[in-house]
């Protein structure tokens, strides 16, 4: 075996332990490498247990091994145990899918508005049409719960990866179309996540009009279509289109 991997190293070390202890005796070590010839052979021994403690520990079997690995020489051996290879180092591609996971199920969590830890049909499409997901795919999007449970799980996720991308670029290009929000929405957005809690709303409101200020929790009750207690862009914009109309001088 030519190359030097710790992790293989190890696995080859535990196949040459016999009896299990992490440590070679003088027998194991003369049945299991070349180096030592017999059980006899207490100077080929002697040469690995650089400690001088009577046993072979993995640092020790780990010198030689490497020693031959630098020098391209097969390290041959002959183990008392079966070989348990390592498992193979993860992939890009497993990275990657596990990246996508991951992100995934912070996308669960955050599309979650009542926080019972599944998602259902409802806030899935909710959070993405407040979000400017285009219709069409938001039909898609509904179509994820086949087994008609209300709620969307397990492999109903998978799809959900692939149309992730789309609904992301449906979303950033509708949030990048600020130019009809209140100018004092961008500012009030203090944690920037595109949504205004009550006391953001607030401050957006002031913004505009002082005197407005007085309506945020009426605004926020009414408006709130999703029920996660914030308003997102869309619910702001058909909130605030009456207090806009009212402010315009008369023509």
């Known amino acids: 075996m030519r190359g030097h991997n710790e992790e293989l190293s190890r696995a080859l070390f535990r196949a040459c332990d016999r009896d299990a202890d992490d440590r070679l005796s003088i027998l194991e070590a003369a049945g299991a490498l070349l180096a030592v010839h017999s059980r006899r052979d207490v100077e080929g021994f002697r040469r690995l247990d650089t400690d001088a403690d009577g046993y072979l520990h993995w640092p ?7 020693q031959l690995a630098l020098q391209a020489t097969p390290f041959q051996l002959h183990p008392s145990r079966p070989f348990e290879p390592p498992a193979p180092p993860p992939t890009a591609t497993s990275e990657a899918a596990a990246e996508q996971e991951k992100a995934l199920a912070a996308l669960v969590k955050t599309m979650d ?15 993405l049409k ?11 999007l509904s179509k994820l719960d086949a087994d008609s449970s209300g709620d969307v799980q397990g492999e109903e996720l998978q799809p959900l990866v692939q149309l992730l991308p789309q609904a992301a670029t449906a979303t950033t290009t509708a949030a990048a179309d600020t130019a009809a929000l209140p100018s004092g929405f961008a500012v009030a957005d203090a944690d920037g996540n595109g949504a205004l809690t009550g006391a953001e709303l607030r401050e957006a409101l002031r913004r505009l009009d002082p005197s407005l200020t007085r309506w945020t929790d009426l605004i926020l009750r009414q408006a709130d279509r999703s029920g996660n207690g914030s308003l997102g862009i869309a619910e702001v914009q058909r909130a605030l289109a009456p207090l806009e109309r009212d402010r315009e001088p008369p023509r």
């Not at 020790?60 to 490497?66: G, I, K, Q």
């Not at 508005?113 to 959070?127: H, I, R, S, Y």
């Not at 400017?132 to 039909?139: F, M, N, S």
């Open 60 to 66: 020790e079997f780990d010198a030689r091994y490497r």
């Open 113 to 127: 508005a009542n926080g019972d830890g599944v998602l259902q049909t409802a806030e899935l499409v909710a959070v």
């Open 130 to 140: 407040e979000s400017g997901v285009p219709p069409a795919l938001l039909a898609e």
